[in-house]
């Protein structure tokens, strides 16, 4: 098993951040809205709002969501929620390789990195996130890992 550098310790994973806790979260969510018809993400509502405000207004757009029956009986549920979040619909998707993936490399709480060569990178995609997380793993045993919170 090959060891992570020291002090990586420091950059906890979200809890059930894992494949495992990823899947079960997944298969979840899936088995919750089998039980619904099929129902819109929250994009799907504000894009509607943005390009006709007049017409319709965010606040219908949130109301218009809200109200789909699984997405009612999921805020009906405050621990349901809290484990499969806000919008689900859009979050969880139909494929449970590509959820479990983004799951696992966004799981690192960190939105900037210094380089051991001194490069700053910050990024918020998944693709920075991913590359945040293979950059570490490549990291030698002995390297020092630091996480250091900051304000600008």
Do not use: C
């Not at 298969?27 to 799907?44: I, K, V």
């Amino acid at each position: 098993m090959r060891r992570r550098p020291q002090g990586a310790a420091g950059l906890r994973r979200r809890p059930g951040s894992g494949r495992r806790g990823s899947a079960r979260r997944w298969h979840e969510w899936q088995e919750f809205a089998a039980t619904y018809p099929p129902s819109l993400p929250l994009g799907h509502f504000w894009q509607k709002a943005f390009l006709d405000p007049a017409g319709y207004p965010e606040r219908q757009a949130l109301e218009d969501f809200k109200g789909q029956p699984v997405i009612r009986a999921l805020y009906a549920d405050p621990e349901l929620r809290d484990r499969l979040g806000d919008d689900p619909v859009a979050w969880h998707g139909d494929d449970l390789a590509a959820f479990v993936e983004l799951q696992v490399a966004d799981a690192l709480p960190t939105v900037a990195l210094l380089t051991l060569d001194g490069r700053w990178i910050e990024g918020g995609t998944h693709a920075y996130r991913r590359s945040i997380n293979a950059y570490l793993d490549a990291l030698p045993a002995d390297a020092m890992v630091v996480r250091v919170l900051y304000h600008s």
